[in-house]
């Protein structure tokens, strides 16, 4: 089992950057992959980008974020990363960190959650 804190989220103008963490604890780590997913009010959860446990970690990101944000991981830190570059007023929304044994963009997939980080894009 995987618990997760997340941090680093904040105020930003349209344009701006943010990074945000996920600190990580569970010895199986490793072998987990991990999702940034976001939910806006009033809004269905959607999938971020999520990075795999292998292979120096693959990737797939929402199209609506290809090209702007990073996901990165850190197993000797047990962190995980979202680089978030180009922020748009669209992108703001609670930022969730997820894991599962199974790598996927499909939210119902993460079993395990934090409990979020409010990212907030102002025009």
């Known amino acids: 089992q995987v618990q997760l804190v997340e941090s680093g989220g904040g105020w930003v103008q349209a344009g701006g950057s943010l990074r945000l963490s996920c600190a990580a604890s569970?010895?199986?780590?490793?072998?987990?992959?991990l999702a940034w997913i976001r939910q806006a009010p009033g809004k269905e959860r959607e999938f971020v980008a999520a990075?795999?446990?292998?292979?120096?970690?693959?990737?797939i990101y929402a199209d609506s974020v290809k090209g702007r944000f990073t996901i990165s991981r850190d197993n000797a830190k047990n962190t995980v990363y979202l680089q978030m570059n180009s922020l748009k007023p669209e992108d703001t929304a609670l930022y969730y960190c997820?894991?599962?044994?199974?790598?996927?963009?499909?939210?119902?997939?993460?079993?395990?959650w934090g409990q979020g980080t409010q990212v907030t894009v102002s025009s």
């Open positions: 997820a894991a599962d044994l199974y790598f996927s963009p499909d939210p119902r997939r993460y079993d395990y």
């Open positions: 569970g010895r199986t780590f490793e072998n987990y992959a």
């Open positions: 990075i795999s446990w292998s292979h120096g970690g693959s990737t």
